[in-house]
Nanobody, 119 residues
Framework: HVQLVESGGGSVQAGGSLRLSCTAPGITADKCGMEWYRQSEGRQREWVASIGADGRTTYANSVKGRFTISKDTAKDTVYLQMNSLKPEDTGMYSC??????????????WGQGTQVTVS
């Protein structure tokens, strides 16, 4: 059973940077893609960025040009580098595994989330 663990959240001033990490042993072998979501209190969960098992990346328009998703397959870890942070980026950031065409397979797990606060 795969357990996702996020880290790297914190409180920063507008214009600052943070790097989030999400580690899930076995995701490379299971051919899982990984993606980041965020949710603030009173707001619906928002998709932020994805990286496929093949390394292809996509971003929400709200973060394009400021955030970069990447992965280290040897460490089964995905990163979200967040630059030029804005107050509207505040929220709980969670990572999730996925595999296209296999919604009930092994790539169907959420992490517990890490809080990002921008003031």
């Amino acid at each position: 059973h795969v357990q996702l663990v996020e880290s790297g959240g914190g409180s920063v001033q507008a214009g600052g940077s943070l790097r989030l990490s999400c580690t899930a042993p076995g995701i490379t072998a299971d051919k899982c893609g990984m993606e980041w979501y965020r949710q603030s209190e009173g707001r619906q969960r928002e998709w932020v960025a994805s990286i496929g098992a093949d390394g292809r990346t996509t971003y929400a328009n709200s973060v394009k040009g400021r955030f970069t998703i990447s992965k280290d397959t040897a460490k089964d870890t995905v990163y979200l580098q967040m630059n030029s942070l804005k107050p509207e980026d505040t929220g709980m950031y969670s990572c999730k595994t996925f595999r296209l065409g296999y919604p009930l397979g092994p790539c169907n797990y959420w992490g517990q989330g890490t809080q990002v606060t921008v003031s």
